[in-house]
């Protein structure tokens, strides 16, 4: 089973900018699509960005289109999150997610999550 870590959360001001990074156990996720999810206070987990095992398509949520990058380092077994032009309700919990059942979503295996605050 894949296991995986965040890194990479913090308090950042409204306006900055964050990237997190997803490790990936084993070399398998290589051949995984994978992607980010994140849960603000008191709602539920929403789907933030996705990424095929090559790096070939990706998808976004409409919130954060145009401010946050998905990209994979498949060498390093690693997937990143650059996130710009932060905003308060960017404020959550942020999870990594592999092996897509249903493009973009329904992932299988996920981290324990990285806690992103962005201050107004």
């Known amino acids: 089973q894949v296991q995986l870590v965040e890194s990479g959360g913090g308090l950042v001001q409204a306006g900055g900018s964050l990237r997190l990074s997803c490790a990936a156990s084993?070399?398998?996720?290589?051949?995984?699509?994978m992607g980010w999810s994140r849960q603000a206070p008191g709602k539920e987990r929403e789907f933030v960005a996705a990424?095929?095992?090559?790096?070939?398509?990706?998808s976004y949520a409409d919130s954060v289109k145009g401010r946050f990058t998905i990209s994979r380092d498949n060498a390093k077994n690693t997937m990143y999150l650059q996130m710009n032009s932060l905003k308060p309700e960017d404020t959550a919990v942020y999870y990594c997610?592999?092996?897509?059942?249903?493009?973009?979503?329904?992932?299988?295996?996920w981290g324990q999550g990285t806690q992103v605050t962005v201050s107004s």
């Open positions: 997610a592999a092996h897509s059942r249903v493009w973009p979503e329904k992932f299988d295996y």
């Open positions: 990424i095929t095992w090559d790096g070939g398509r990706t």
């Open positions: 084993e070399a398998t996720a290589r051949t995984y699509a």
